[in-house]
């Protein structure tokens, strides 16, 4: 009685989540998504984000007429179809935004490029639905005048297709502008009208200062034309562990000018990952090492040669 007992207690035991599932979904099915993410995206899925993982991908269960997890992971992993994969990285990743969010940062930006040389470059490398990078425009628009600010780039970066076609329509609810001055909303957006009411539509001298494109901040090397005068990367490395971090800033290094500035998130710290930078701020770096130097010293690492 006792061995049958211990038996019972070495199986997996379905949680209070499980009863109403379409679909069973083990430990093993998440370790092997934790795994898969990790692969292709750098993310490292926690323990406690396994029903969300659940929930997103029995979607893409449903819509591709699967039955299993198994099934499903074992037909991702066996094909080339990077349209899937696509869709399994767009589904576990998190985009949460808004307007100035994080507004500290927004007037360092302005002073720093009033006092840099032009034209001013800059990447966005977590676009999202494109808040952050109109963001970015318009302080550089308020800061150096509009005439300037043509002068300025806007590199804007997402691994998410999805929110990338959101981002680069750039039309927004009035809910999703309500944080934001009368001035800027009269000066920034065109207000919808008719079949478009209760929508804003971002200017065109704004959206011109923007280019969005695909990337994936795990990959090895960056298909973008720098180097940049500030680079805004944040809340994207709490999603990464300590290695794959430490390998994202080393390639941001070739792409930024000497002294410019990396914008991270409120809860990310760079300064036990990397000596490239040092802290300016409130989380805010200022890149310490000569880029030139760093572009160097990377170039002869991929060709094998000592540093």
Not at 50 to 55: I, P
Not at 160 to 176: C, E, F, I, N, R
Not at 243 to 268: C, D, I, N, W, Y
Request: aromatic content about 10%.
């Amino acid at each position: 009685m006792a061995t049958r007992q211990a038996r019972i207690d070495t199986t997996e035991r379905p949680r209070t989540s499980d009863v109403e599932r379409d679909f069973e979904f083990t430990s093993a099915d998440f370790a092997r998504i934790r795994e898969l993410i990790h692969r292709r995206a750098g993310i490292s899925l926690s323990d406690h984000k396994r029903d969300m993982a659940y929930s997103r991908l029995a979607r893409r269960l449903r819509a591709c007429g699967i039955d299993t997890f198994r099934q499903y992971l074992d037909r991702l992993e066996a094909s080339d179809d990077n349209a899937e994969w696509e869709a399994f990285v767009n589904a576990l990743t998190t985009n949460l935004t808004a307007f100035f969010r994080e507004s500290h940062h927004f007037p360092i930006l302005a002073d720093f490029a009033k006092r840099r040389q032009q034209p001013f470059s800059v990447w966005c490398s977590a676009a999202s639905t494109g808040e952050e990078p109109y963001s970015i425009a318009m302080t550089l628009i308020e800061a150096l005048g509009e005439q300037a600010a043509r002068q300025c780039t806007v590199i804007s970066t997402d691994i998410d297709s999805q929110v990338l076609a959101k981002a680069d329509a750039g039309v927004y609810s009035l809910d999703q502008v309500k944080q934001l001055s009368p001035e800027r909303l009269k000066r920034f957006f065109l207000k919808g009208t008719g079949a478009h009411a209760g929508l804003v539509k971002v200017r065109p001298e704004v959206r011109a200062l923007v280019k969005f494109d695909r990337l994936n901040l795990t990959d090895v090397h960056y298909n973008l034309k720098g180097p940049f005068d500030a680079i805004f990367c944040r809340n994207v490395m709490i999603y990464f562990d300590k290695p794959t971090q430490g390998q994202v800033l080393s390639r941001f290094e070739p792409l930024m000018k000497p002294g410019a500035l990396l914008f991270a998130g409120h809860s990310e710290n760079f300064t036990y990952v990397t000596q490239a930078f040092r802290l300016r701020g409130q989380t805010v770096y200022e890149l310490t090492r000569d880029a030139k130097g760093a572009a160097a010293k990377q170039a002869r690492a991929l060709a094998g040669e000592p540093a």
